[in-house]
C-alpha cells in the first residue's frame, strides 16, 4: 500500500512540475534535456526516444523504439556512425538552437544541423506517428526524423525527392542487425522521366521497382497486398514521394530495408511474442539490375535464366556461356530504317515491325507520352531511333530509344512490351509456321484418304467450326460487347447437342443437381467416363446469350484451385449449355440448409469453407489477370467437391474491371436479394466491397446455420444481419453459432476462431462499403496475420427482415437470380 502512494505522489509531483514549467513528457526543450538512460514518450505511448545498446555490444546509441513492445525495436537512430562508449550521453537543446546528442566530454556526436535559428526558442517533441520533430518558437517545424530516416519506413513518412531544393529522404540500411552504422544498401523514389522505386548498392543501382502507374509499380509481383500505399507526384513542382497509411489502425507494423538489401515487411504477433518477417516483394534470381545486360532478358523459371531477345544474338559468346551474361546482346540485323537512313532514304520509317512479349517488366529509363494505346505503334516507327514501346492504362505510351536494360519475364501481371525488329525477322518466324502448317496439311490430306476413320473425324471437327460461326452470329445479332469475345474462343472444347444429351440421358429427371435462375444443371458421364454438370439455357429464364457468353469468356481465363473449372459449352439452334467439372457434393446451399442432408460440417470443415471461398475471392479481385467482381456470391453458387472443398461457380452476372478500374454503376441490377450490397441494390453501385458484403452475408450464415430469409415474419423481425447485430451489443454473440457447432466445439482455440470469423462476417457487412475490409485484409484476418481487429458499425438491412422484390405478387426469397431491376 505504502509503494502506491508512494507513485501516486510522485506521478502528481511530476504531473505539477510539467504544468508549473510549460514542459511536457514527449517534448525536449532549452531547459529540459534527457540524459542516459532516461527517455521522453510520445502521448499515445507507442514510440518513445531514448538510450540504448544491442545485446552484443557495450556501444551506446539515442534513437526512436517502439516502447509498448516487449523485443526491443529500433526504427530511428541519430548516431549510427558514432556510438558512444559509455553512459555519459545526453540530449539537449544546444545553445544555437539545434537538437544535439553530447558524450561526457561535451563533444558533439549528432546534431540536427539547422542553420539561422533562434537561439532559446525551439523545442524538440515526439509525435504519436514517431516523428521527432525540432520545432521554433510559432511551432513550425524546423527538422524532422522522417525527413533523415535510417533503415525502417513508418507509416505516415514521406521517402521522396525535390528535384528544384535538391532534397532527397532515402532509407538506409544497416551494416548488421546489431550494428545501425551505414551499411551498402539504400531505398528512394528517383523522378527519371515517370517515378521508380530504387534500391542501390554501394550507391550502383541494384534494383528498380519499374515505373508508378498511379496504383503499382510495373515492374514487381507482390506476394501480398501493400497497405495504404499512396505514390505524389507533382511533374510541374518536380517532388515525388511514397507514403503510406494503415487501414487497421491496431496493428503495429512497419517496413524496413535490411542489412541484404531487401524490402521486408515487419508485424508484431503478440501471441507469438515476436515480429514476423514478410517479404512483399516477389524475391528472384532476377532481382539484380541489369542481370542479362543489353537487350537481354531474364527469365527466373528457366535455365540459364538469361537469353538474348529474339533477333538478337550475345556479345560476347564466351563468357554467355560462362554464365557472364553483363556484356548483353546485340542485333542480328540491322533495323531497316537505319539502312534506309543510310541510303539517304527521308522515311525514317522502312519496313520494320514489332514483336509482342506479354506479362514483361518494362526497362530502364522510358520516355512518356500521354498518346492513347493504338497511337503508340505509329509514333515509335515515326522514329528510327525508338527500338521498342510499351502502354499502361495509368501511364500512356512509353518509348525506350537506347539500350533496352534490366528487362525480365514476369510469370503474372506484367505489361505488353513491343520490340522493334526488321521484318525478316519477323518473317523467319512465319517463315517456320507456315512451313509446319504446310507439313501438318498434307500429313492430313494423307491421313484421310487412307483412313476413313480420320474423315469422319474432321467432318465431325468441321461441324464444330460451323458452331462457331453461329455463336459469333448470334453473339453479334443480340447486340452484346464486341469485348466480351476478347477470349479466344476456339480454344475452349465444343460439345454437340447429342453427346451431352447422351451423356445425361436425355436430361432425364434422375440426372437433375438442381436448378437456378440460368436453368437445370444435370449430372452426365462421357465416353470416357468423366463425370460432368451440365448447365442447360432454360427458354424460361431470364438471362439471355449475354449472360451465357460472359460465363464463357471470364470463366475461361481464370484458373484457381477454389473456382470451378469450365471444360467447354455447346451452342446448337436454341440449346446453349456449359460444361463444367461435376461436385459430387452439389452446393453449400444443400449442407447449410437441407434439414435431409446429414451433419457433417463441422467447425474444422466449415473453417475451410470459409477460407477457400475468401481466397477465390481475393484471387478474382487482385491475383488474376483480369479483375473479376462476381456479383452473385450466395450459398448456392458455392460447390463442393468429394473433400468438401469450395469452389465459388456461376460467373454469368460477373463484371471484368479495368487495370485502373475500382468502382462502376449499372442501370440493370443483377445478383440476389438478401447478399446484395446497399449502395448496389439502391443505387446500382458496384465494386470490390459489393462481392465483400455478400462474402459476409455468407460467413454469417456459415456460422449461424441459418438462411438470411428463414428470419422472414421471426419474433425479432429483424434479418439475419440485424439479429447479429442484437446479440452483438448485447454480449452474447456466442448464441448466433449453429447449436449442431457450438455443442461440440469446447476447443478454446476453435471458440476463438469462430469468434474472429462472425467479427469479420460484421466487418464485411457494414453499411457504407468504404469501411469494410478488402478481401486481402479478410485473408489476414482469417489466418489471424492481424491480432487487432476495428470495432464493426451497424450492419445494412438490420431493421427490416431480408424478403425481395414482390415481381407478379410473388415473393423471391434469394434462392433464383433476379436481373431485371433498374438500379434508382
Known amino acids: 500500500m505504502g509503494k502506491t502512494i508512494s507513485c501516486s505522489v510522485l506521478l502528481t509531483l511530476i504531473s505539477c512540475f510539467s504544468l508549473q514549467f510549460g514542459t511536457a513528457l514527449d517534448t525536449i526543450t532549452p531547459s529540459k534535456s534527457i540524459k542516459d538512460p532516461e527517455s521522453i514518450i510520445s502521448q499515445s505511448g507507442v514510440f518513445r526516444l531514448g538510450f540504448f545498446s544491442f545485446a552484443n555490444s557495450s556501444n551506446r546509441y539515442v534513437g526512436i523504439l517502439y516502447n509498448q513492445i ?159 500505399f499512396y505514390m505524389a507526384a507533382d511533374n510541374q513542382q518536380q517532388t515525388y514521394y511514397l507514403t503510406y497509411k494503415f487501414s487497421n489502425n491496431s496493428m503495429s507494423m512497419y517496413y524496413e530495408l535490411n542489412s541484404q538489401g531487401k524490402f521486408v515487411e515487419r508485424q508484431w504477433d503478440a501471441g507469438k511474442g515476436d515480429w514476423i518477417n514478410r517479404y512483399p516483394i516477389l524475391q528472384t534470381d532476377c532481382d539484380d539490375y541489369g542481370k542479362c545486360g543489353p537487350f537481354g532478358i531474364c527469365d527466373s523459371t528457366k535455365r540459364p535464366i538469361c537469353s538474348c531477345l529474339k533477333g538478337f544474338k550475345p556479345r560476347n559468346i564466351e563468357g554467355w556461356s560462362k554464365g557472364n551474361w553483363s556484356s548483353g546482346c546485340l542485333r542480328t540485323t540491322p533495323l531497316q530504317c537505319q539502312r534506309d537512313s543510310n541510303n539517304g532514304s527521308e522515311t525514317g520509317q522502312g519496313d520494320d515491325g514489332f514483336l509482342k512479349l506479354k506479362m514483361m517488366k518494362v526497362p530502364a529509363f522510358p520516355d512518356r507520352s500521354s498518346l492513347i494505346n493504338r497511337d503508340c505503334k505509329d509514333q515509335c516507327l515515326k522514329n528510327c531511333s525508338c527500338v521498342a514501346y510499351a502502354y499502361d492504362d495509368g501511364i500512356g505510351c512509353m518509348f525506350w530509344g537506347g539500350d533496352l536494360i534490366d528487362v525480365q519475364k514476369f510469370s503474372t501481371r506484367g505489361v505488353d512490351l513491343y520490340i522493334r525488329l526488321p521484318s525478316s525477322e519477323l518473317d523467319k518466324g512465319k517463315s517456320k509456321k507456315l512451313i509446319v502448317f504446310t507439313t501438318a496439311i498434307a500429313g492430313i490430306v494423307i491421313i484421310t484418304i487412307s483412313a476413313f476413320f480420320l474423315w469422319c473425324r474432321m467432318a465431325k471437327q468441321r461441324g464444330r467450326n460451323k458452331i462457331w460461326k453461329q455463336i459469333k452470329l448470334q453473339f453479334y445479332s443480340e447486340n452484346v460487347e464486341e469485348n466480351l469475345i476478347g477470349v479466344k474462343l476456339q480454344q475452349l ?41 451440365v448447365k442447360r439455357l432454360s427458354k424460361a429464364s ?15 481465363k481464370l484458373q484457381h484451385r477454389n473456382l470451378v473449372r469450365l471444360f467447354g459449352c455447346c451452342v446448337e439452334g436454341e440449346e446453349k449449355m456449359l460444361v463444367y467439372e461435376y461436385m459430387p457434393n452439389t452446393s453449400l446451399n444443400a449442407f447449410l440448409f437441407d434439414s435431409s442432408k446429414p451433419d457433417v460440417l463441422d467447425w474444422r470443415k466449415c473453417f475451410n469453407i470459409i477460407e477457400g471461398i475468401s481466397r477465390g475471392l481475393l484471387y478474382l479481385h487482385r491475383d488474376s489477370r483480369l479483375k473479376i467482381i462476381h456479383r452473385d456470391l450466395k450459398a448456392s453458387n458455392i ?8 469452389k465459388i461457380s456461376d460467373f454469368g452476372m460477373a463484371r471484368i474491371f479495368g ?47 441459418k438462411k438470411n430469409t428463414s428470419f422472414y415474419n421471426n419474433e425479432y423481425d429483424l434479418s439475419l444481419l440485424g439479429y447479429a447485430w442484437k446479440l452483438w451489443n448485447e454480449g452474447s454473440i456466442w448464441d448466433l453459432v449453429d447449436k449442431d457447432i457450438s455443442e461440440f466445439e469446447s476447443d478454446s482455440k476453435n471458440e476463438k476462431e469462430i469468434r474472429r470469423c462472425i467479427h469479420v462476417g460484421l466487418l464485411c457487412v457494414q453499411e457504407y462499403a468504404k469501411d469494410r475490409p478488402n478481401m486481402s485484409t479478410v485473408v489476414s484476418i482469417l489466418n489471424s496475420e492481424i491480432s487487432n481487429l476495428d470495432t464493426p458499425k451497424q ?3 438490420t431493421q427490416i ?20 431491376f433498374d438500379g434508382r
Not at 542553420?115 to 524532422?144: C, F, I, K, R
Not at 415473393?811 to 433476379?818: F, K, Q, R
Open 659 to 705: 487495370a485502373n478500374e475500382n468502382q462502376a454503376n449499372t442501370k440493370r441490377i443483377v445478383g440476389t436479394y438478401g447478399y446484395m450490397s446497399p449502395e448496389y441494390a439502391m443505387r446500382g453501385q458496384f465494386s470490390e466491397k459489393s462481392d465483400v458484403f455478400s462474402f459476409g452475408v455468407l460467413l454469417l450464415e456459415i456460422v449461424s446455420g
Open 70 to 228: 516487449p523485443v526491443q525495436t529500433v526504427v530511428w537512430v541519430a548516431n549510427r556512425n558514432k556510438p558512444l562508449k559509455d553512459s555519459s550521453g545526453i540530449l539537449n537543446i544546444s545553445d544555437d538552437g539545434n537538437l544535439v546528442f553530447l558524450n561526457g566530454k561535451a563533444e558533439i556526436l549528432w546534431s540536427s544541423n539547422v542553420t539561422n535559428l533562434v537561439p532559446n526558442a525551439t523545442t524538440a517533441q515526439l509525435l504519436n506517428s514517431g516523428n521527432l520533430v525540432l520545432n521554433n518558437g510559432g511551432g513550425s517545424s524546423l527538422w524532422e526524423s522522417f525527413q533523415d530516416p535510417s533503415n525502417a519506413f513508418i507509416e505516415t513518412m514521406e521517402i521522396g525527392t525535390d528535384v528544384k531544393k535538391g532534397r532527397k529522404v532515402e532509407l538506409k540500411s544497416w551494416k548488421s542487425i546489431d550494428d545501425p552504422s551505414d551499411g551498402n544498401f539504400s531505398f528512394a523514389i528517383e523522378p527519371f522521366n515517370i517515378p521508380e522505386g530504387i534500391i542501390r548498392k554501394n550507391n550502383k543501382l541494384y534494383f528498380r521497382t519499374g515505373p508508378w502507374n498511379g496504383n503499382i509499380f510495373l515492374g514487381v509481383i507482390l506476394t501480398g497486398y501493400l497497405d495504404g
Open 801 to 820: 427482415p431480408l424478403i425481395t422484390h414482390d415481381v407478379g405478387n410473388k415473393i423471391s426469397l434469394n434462392d433464383v437470380t433476379l436481373t431485371n
Open 639 to 646: 460447390l463442393l467437391d468429394e473433400e468438401l472443398n469450395p
Open 795 to 797: 450492419p445494412a438491412f
Open 542 to 556: 431470364g438471362q439471355g446469350l449475354e449472360e451465357f457468353m460472359n460465363e464463357v469468356v471470364v470463366i475461361s
Open 493 to 533: 472444347p465444343l460439345f454437340n447437342f447429342e453427346e451431352l444429351a447422351t451423356a445425361t440421358d436425355n436430361f432425364h429427371d434422375t440426372k437433375k443437381l438442381g436448378q437456378g435462375g440460368f436453368g437445370p444443371v444435370y449430372r452426365g458421364t462421357l465416353d470416357d467416363g468423366k463425370e460432368i454438370a
